[in-house]
C-alpha cells in the first residue's frame, strides 16, 4: 500500500498572527531509492535488461544536462519540468549587471498535472504515534 508517513512535531513558531508553540506534520524521511532499484524494478515489468534500462537512462541524463546547461527547460513527461534558474544580486544601475552578478544556479522542478493529480490521492500515515518530536 503506497503511503507517505509523517510524525507530529512541536514547533515555536514566531511570525504570523498567532505565533507560539504550535504542533504540525512532518514527513518521515525514507531512504533514498536508487537508480540501481528503480532499473532492477524496470526490468522486471519490461522486456529491457537493467543494463538496457541502465544504459537509456545514463544517456537521457546526459541530454537533459545538456539542454538544461544551455537554460532551456525539459519536460520529463508524466513527471514534469526541470527549469533552469539562478540568484542574481541587485545592482544600482543597469550598467552595474553582468554575469559576475549571477550566483548560484538551481534547478527547479514543477510537476506535472497528471502527477500532481495522482500525488493527491496519496494516503498520509501516522507514524509513531506516542512521540511528539520537541523543538527544533
Known sequence: VMAIRYVRVQRNIQVGADP????????VKNDTVSFDQIAERVQAHSSMT???VYGSFMQAV????HELME??????????????TFNAKAMPTLDDVDAS??????????FS?????KMK??????DR????????
Do not use: C, H, M, W
Request: proline content about 9%; overall charge positive.
Open 101 to 110: 552578478t549571477i550566483s548560484k544556479p538551481k534547478l527547479r522542478f514543477l
Open 62 to 65: 546526459e541530454e537533459i544536462t
Open 50 to 52: 537493467k543494463a538496457d
Open 20 to 27: 507560539g508553540i504550535k504542533f504540525l506534520a512532518r514527513q
Open 71 to 84: 537554460g532551456n527547460p525539459v519536460q520529463l513527461g508524466d513527471l514534469g519540468t526541470v527549469y533552469p
Open 129 to 136: 504515534p506516542e512521540e511528539i518530536k520537541g523543538l527544533q
Open 113 to 117: 498535472k497528471k502527477l500532481r493529480e
Open 121 to 126: 490521492t496519496v494516503p498520509y500515515v501516522l
